[in-house]
């Protein structure tokens, strides 16, 4: 991860990851309506130290919840000049958390996250599954917990997404996934 980066260019670069792997494969069947409508945020934090992080992420949960569902359905919050080291990362979703319990949004708010390096625990590295959750940057991804339990609602067989998930990526294969956020990683414009 280079520091060099813009913030536009991560914003692209996430937007890609999007439209070329998440919509694309099909891996989080709720995101396909979010792809082109302006009530998907993408927020670039461009903070590097802990204090700086807490507050965009406070920041964000803040205009999300000032705002309505048709403004800004959802966040994706994304860190192009910090928390490149997995483990981290994974120190701010704890802290993340805890931010977001103090504030009382337990039950509103949910994360996802996702990681250029995200690995499931007891997974090998290199696993193909992995890359459900691997992004060209450490993203953290704010949901509004009753839209997300309408989504569920209306959809046949959530239970099923994850082996789904599994099952594709294992038949792409590490290779071929790490070569495709490899070429996200060169988007410098829009997709």
Known sequence: MSSLVTPEHAQAQTRAWLS????????????????DSPS?????CDADTNEGLQQAFLNELDRLQSSSESEIATTLLVFNRALADFDDYLDFLDDAQYLLESAGLLGV????????QYRFEGEAADAA???????????LHLLREAMVT???AAYPNVAGIPAKNIALLESLGSEYLQDMLSLIAATQGSD
């Open 20 to 35: 070329r792997c998440v919509v694309a494969m099909n891996l989080c069947p709720f995101a396909r309506p979010f792809l």
């Open 40 to 44: 998907l945020r993408i927020a670039v």
């Open 109 to 116: 708010i949910q994360l996802a996250s996702f990681h250029p």
């Open 129 to 139: 599954s992995n890359y459900s959750n691997r992004s060209p940057w450490p993203t």
């Open 150 to 152: 309408r989504m569920v």
